[in-house]
């Protein structure tokens, strides 16, 4: 199965730019997804393929990478950002999630 | 509106079996892949099922493989889970899931409230 890694906490300042990593242990071409879920929440799709903005998901989020690195940006964090972020893949079967980053507002 | 509505969970005991369902309204179901997802609790996600749009090509991992059947009624809308020989570390809640892209290559663009299924003797 494909390893997604994540490292496991953040803490940022409101305002400030946060990067989060995803590595993957084979290639998944571009088959890269963000997903941020809130306590007693269900996830919500951020980021498609990698770099592709979801709907009505705000602009201070990005995505990049390709291959087997990949990450998600938040640009300037705002205190409703506080959550855990999950990759996940769909490329290799079985498709699987990283074990998220949870962000923490300092 | 999409709207994605769980139900059939509770507590069941170790080798029983249980059937989830999901409602689906606000897009047209039959043109879209379904899945269900998975979280026990305090932990991570685990993709437990996808299904074609017909329902005649279905997916799943090897931990459910053989155990759980994924359907759909696109008359109805609906999409269902069944599970049998359930085991404890099945406890999770199930979240049904839309499938959006590349059909098996797709994403999960919109997920339901989730159904908490424990198992528990």
């Known amino acids: 199965d494909t390893v997604l890694t994540q490292s496991p906490a953040l803490a940022v300042s409101p305002g400030e730019r946060v990067s989060i990593s995803c590595r993957a242990s084979?290639?998944?071409?571009?088959?890269m997804h963000w997903y941020q879920q809130k306590p007693g929440q269900q996830p919500k799709l951020l980021i498609y393929k990698a770099s592709n903005l979801a709907s009505g998901v705000p602009a201070r989020f990005s995505g990049s990478g390709s291959g087997t690195d990949f990450t998600l940006t938040i640009d300037p964090v705002e205190a409703d950002d506080t959550a855990t972020y999950f990759c996940q893949q769909s490329w290799n079967d079985p498709w699987t999630f990283g074990g998220g980053t949870k962000l923490e507002l300092k | 509106e999409v709207q994605l509505v769980e139900s059939g969970g509770g507590l069941v005991q170790p080798g029983r079996s249980l059937k989830l369902s999901c409602a689906a309204s606000?897009?047209?179901?039959?043109?879209?892949?379904m899945a269900w997802v998975r979280q026990a609790p305090k932990k991570g996600l685990e993709w437990v099922a996808t299904i074609s749009t017909s329902g005649s090509r279905t997916y799943y991992p090897d931990s459910v493989k053989g155990r759980f059947t994924i359907s759909r009624d696109n008359a109805k809308s609906s999409l269902y889970l069944q599970m049998n020989s359930l085991k404890s570390e099945d406890t999770a809640t199930y979240y049904c899931a839309r499938h959006d892209g590349s059909y098996i290559r797709g994403w999960f663009a919109y997920w339901g409230q989730g159904t908490l299924v424990t198992v528990s003797s």
């Open positions: 084979e290639g998944v071409n571009s088959y």
């Open positions: 606000g897009f047209t179901f039959s043109n879209y892949y």
